[in-house]
């Protein structure tokens, strides 16, 4: 929820801020110069050049945050790393994109090496990012190896066997669509293997959904069923 919150901000002030200045964006460069709206989106104009400073706040704020809670022991106490971390990514992207907006996307020579630059870093955040979560970890953040998933794998598969009742052959015939076939060979085909099962989660949960549904689970234990489906899902 708190994720979803800090994407609806993000998109409301890029977007807003984006449509406010947006016919200064589309006048040809040479134009620019000579209109009046100039003085206002312009680089050095009044909005152009405050959302430069709140960018590179933004910025500045977004990494020392993050870096000084998993630094420093008593910051522990202002809440849980992942909020601080969905918290950096929020300012280290709607930051740069201000920057962008600053530059009205007109830049050149060391600006341009100096913009390339933070675009290489906001991208390597995000991929990161979404490779970190793709590693399972204990509760004090350790990464679990393939024997512990495969472990974790087995024993929920249990627990959704236990739970199916009359619908466990048509449950374990839909969880197996999510096995893996083939492991994927190598870091790139690891990856594209993950964005193309990210894709495909979708529909499979709503067949599995539609399966428990017709297949006479108890509705009281519909929804746990599918959850620990859910998660055995994530861990395949």
């Known amino acids: 929820m708190f994720a979803l919150l800090l994407l609806i901000i993000w998109l409301g002030a890029a977007g807003s801020t984006l449509l406010w200045g947006l016919d200064y964006y589309l006048l040809p460069l040479e134009d620019r110069a000579f209109s ?3 003085d206002i989106f312009g680089p050095t104009g009044l909005v152009g050049h405050g959302l430069g400073v709140v960018g590179t706040a933004m910025i500045v704020v977004g990494v020392v945050g993050y870096s000084a809670r998993r630094r420093i022991p008593w910051l522990r106490a202002l ?9 950096h990514i929020f300012l280290c992207t709607l930051g740069p994109f201000f920057v962008l907006l600053h530059t009205s996307f007109k830049f050149g020579g060391l600006v341009s090496v100096a913009f390339w630059s933070m675009a ?4 390597s955040g995000l991929f990161g990012r979404y490779v970190y979560v793709r590693i399972h970890k ?3 953040g350790h ?7 495969q472990a974790r794998m087995d024993e929920l598969s249990g627990h959704i066997r236990d739970r199916a009742g009359d619908a466990t052959r048509a449950v374990a015939e839909a969880l197996a669509v999510q096995e893996i076939r083939a492991r994927p060979r190598g870091f790139a ?10 894709i495909r989660t979708r529909t499979r949960q709503r067949r599995l959904k539609r399966v428990v549904r017709e297949g006479g689970v108890p509705p009281d ?16």
């Open 79 to 87: 809440g849980a790393l992942k909020h601080w971390l969905q918290v």
């Open 120 to 123: 290489v870093v906001v991208a």
């Open 189 to 198: 085909g690891a990856l594209l293997w993950a964005l193309r099962e990210d």
């Open 36 to 38: 009046p709206l100039a």
């Open 221 to 236: 234990l519909q929804g746990p069923l599918l959850e620990l489906a859910r998660e055995r899902a994530r861990l395949s």
């Open 138 to 140: 204990t509760l004090n």
């Open 143 to 149: 990464f679990l190896g393939v024997d512990a998933v």
